[in-house]
């Protein structure tokens, strides 16, 4: 069976988790950069509903990101990232599903966008969309830090998982904006499991493979196909 290839662009959360995941479990990947060709008939043939990441392994080709860490989790040996516990299975699962549906439609859709990606293309922030997010950041800032609180070093508790993977891209990309810089220090359980995910050898591993952050160009159509209007 040949490794496994990721499908994406560098600076994708989403792309990330799934990068994050196999470097962890020590899998052996390549990386095939779609940013020359999205949305065009290459990418779409991977992936029908114009996003990332995508992995093919051998003959089977999976989309959607919570499918391909799983998959990753189960096809290969390395360190299990997902709990035994069938309760703590579940506390994973709903994490997962809070990332998808509050973390990084905040953090990443709105505000990060804004901050960095738009701008990067002189195209101006929209400053009712940041408005908008960043309540519902805090909120979610808030709730990871009761989470936190009970002194583990991981979400789950003592052993990290898949739903700590899934937080981190988007709470690195968030700490590049000036929300993000202004509104950490307010959670010390969060910061401190931060600094031991962004010091992990996992995630320093992965870091030093990525290029450079330059512009993403063909986020130039978000600002009109699905940019949020407020």
């Not at 020359?36 to 051998?58: D, S, T, W």
Request: glycine content about 4%; some cysteine.
């Amino acid at each position: 069976m040949p490794d496994p290839i990721v499908y994406g662009f560098p600076r994708s959360t989403y792309v990330n988790i799934v990068r994050l995941v196999l470097t962890h479990k020590d899998v052996p990947y390549s990386f095939h950069d779609l940013e020359a060709v999205m949305g065009k008939p290459e990418h779409l043939a991977l992936h029908p509903f114009n996003r990332v990441p995508i992995l093919q392994h051998g003959g089977l080709t999976i989309y959607e990101t919570s499918a391909i860490a799983s998959y990753v989790d189960e096809a290969f040996s390395g360190p299990r990232l997902t709990p035994q516990d069938v309760g703590d299975r579940a506390r994973m699962n709903q994490w997962i599903s809070a990332v998808n549906s509050y973390y990084y439609p905040y953090m990443i859709y709105h505000v990060t966008h804004e901050r960095l990606v738009f701008p990067e293309l002189g195209i101006a922030s929209d400053e009712k969309v940041v408005a908008h997010a960043l309540p519902k950041v805090e909120l979610g800032l808030a709730v990871l830090e009761r989470e936190l609180s009970h002194g583990r070093d991981y979400l789950i508790g003592a052993e990290i998982t898949l739903a700590d993977f899934f937080i981190l891209p988007s709470t690195f990309a968030f700490s590049l904006t000036e929300e993000g810089r202004k509104m950490y220090p307010q959670f010390p359980a969060f910061c401190r499991w931060r600094e031991r995910m962004e010091s992990l050898p996992t995630t320093r591993k992965l870091r030093a493979i990525l290029p450079p952050r330059a512009p993403i160009d063909h986020a130039r159509e978000w600002a009109n196909s699905h940019r949020p209007k407020y």
